[in-house]
């Protein structure tokens, strides 16, 4: 089956604790996308990438890391998490990067 | 930077009723898609506009591209139960290679039975 694999979906951390939010996608897309989902916010890109070792930053990147070594994982690093990014997180993929996205099932991050 | 409106931020209709959803970019877009996300879950991809002027429709569901390329509506005909959600648009700019998707907040939808 076609998808994105986010993990974990829920997590709980303290702050200052390095953790890193795996996606892996399955479907050979090349560009893929994280988003943070606040109330009143909506959905907010962190970074992106158009393909192995190219990413970019989006929106909202402070604070987040990322890699690209391989095509189909892209996983968020939080080097020094700290209250503010407690949210839900999302990673996406596209084939092309200008068309659809495909959306994993979330991680929902607190930091206390 | 670019900046996408959407408005309303909430809708509640009663089922059978009508439903529109505006969104309104800052800049010209070169396309734009919309999502649904169910409560509880992750937004999935319904549709792409990326002509001028274009008018896609999937069952009771019609999307429009404005001439300008910077607005674009959903328009729901007959509400359901199993179209509540919320609703995004997503725009991405002109620029060649521009790959940034900018979200709209939303319009959550609840429908009355």
């Known amino acids: 089956e076609a998808q994105v694999t986010q993990n974990p979906r829920y997590l709980i951390t303290v702050t200052g604790k390095k953790l890193t939010v795996t996606c892996s996608q399955n479907?050979?897309?090349?560009?893929m996308s994280w988003y943070r989902q606040d109330p009143g916010l909506g959905l907010r890109q962190i970074y992106y990438?158009?393909?192995?070792?190219?990413?970019d930053k989006g929106d909202v990147p402070e604070g987040y890391k990322v890699s690209r070594k391989e095509k189909r994982n892209f996983p968020l690093i939080l080097e020094s998490p700290s209250p503010n990014q407690t949210s839900l997180y999302f990673c996406?993929?596209?084939?092309?990067?200008?068309?659809?996205?495909?959306f994993g099932s979330g991680t929902r991050l607190t930091v206390v | 930077g670019q900046q996408v409106m959407q408005i309303p931020q909430y809708q509640h209709v009663q089922e059978g009723e009508d439903f529109t959803t505006y969104c309104n970019s800052s800049t010209t877009l070169s396309n734009i898609q919309w999502y649904k996300q169910r409560p509880g879950g992750h937004p999935v991809f319904l549709i792409q506009?990326?002509?001028?002027?274009e008018v896609k429709k999937q069952k009771r569901l019609t999307f429009q591209f404005g001439e300008a390329k910077k607005n674009s509506s959903l328009h729901i005909t007959a509400t359901q139960t199993t179209d509540v959600g919320t609703y995004f648009c997503a725009g991405q700019g002109p620029g060649a290679g521009s790959y940034q998707l900018t979200f709209g907040k939303g319009t959550k939808l609840s429908v009355i039975p």
């Open positions: 996406a993929s596209s084939l092309q990067g200008t068309y659809g996205y495909t």
């Open positions: 479907m050979n897309h090349e560009y």
């Open positions: 506009l990326v002509k001028s002027g």
């Open positions: 990438s158009m393909n192995v070792e190219v990413t």
